[in-house]
């Protein structure tokens, strides 16, 4: 276990101590998608019957990268300098592309913070458009890069 940083020599698990760590800018951008029926991606680009299912969707994803260490365990609870979280419409899916960028200074990454951005973002289209559409999925949540840190950059290979 001694590659897996969230726990000690003895298996226990703990917040990695980041006390020494350098403070520098991070990055981090995630991505999913939540896949529906074509009408109901219509219905949503027409103005779903319970109000603006993007905008409400993408304040629900800002408001959670904030909340992460809230939410994930053992996650360091960061100031957030930027949370980017955008949401378009992907007519070949059917259904909506989620992204979202976050940054700091600090000495800890925001890689955790992005992922949960995007997927409460899907959590909350899912939610809105349940009524009209169970079979909805919520698909590929995941990293894309990080930036920042003695780990440097890392991009997902496409």
């Known amino acids: 276990m001694s590659d897996l940083t969230h726990f000690d020599e003895a298996g226990r698990p703990h917040m990695v101590d980041v006390s020494a760590k350098p403070v520098t800018l991070r990055q981090a951008c995630a991505r999913g ?15 779903a019957a319970k109000g603006d299912v993007i905008g409400i969707a993408t304040l629900a994803g800002i408001m959670a990268a904030k909340r992460t260490g809230e939410l994930i365990p053992l996650c360091h609870p960061l100031g957030l300098d930027a949370v980017e979280v955008s949401i378009a419409p992907d007519h070949d899916l059917p259904g909506l592309a989620v992204s979202a960028t976050t940054r700091t200074r600090g000495p800890t990454g925001v890689e955790m913070e992005a992922m949960t951005a995007v997927s409460v973002a899907c959590l909350t289209i899912y939610d809105m458009l ?22 440097g950059e890392w991009r997902r290979a496409e």
Do not use: F, P, Q, Y
Request: cysteine-free; proline content about 0%; glycine content about 10%.
């Open 33 to 47: 998608r939540v896949r529906m029926e074509r009408a109901t991606l219509d219905h949503v680009l027409g103005g």
């Open 130 to 151: 349940k009524a009209i559409d169970r079979a909805m999925t919520i698909e590929a949540v995941e990293l894309l890069s990080k930036s920042g840190g003695s780990s």
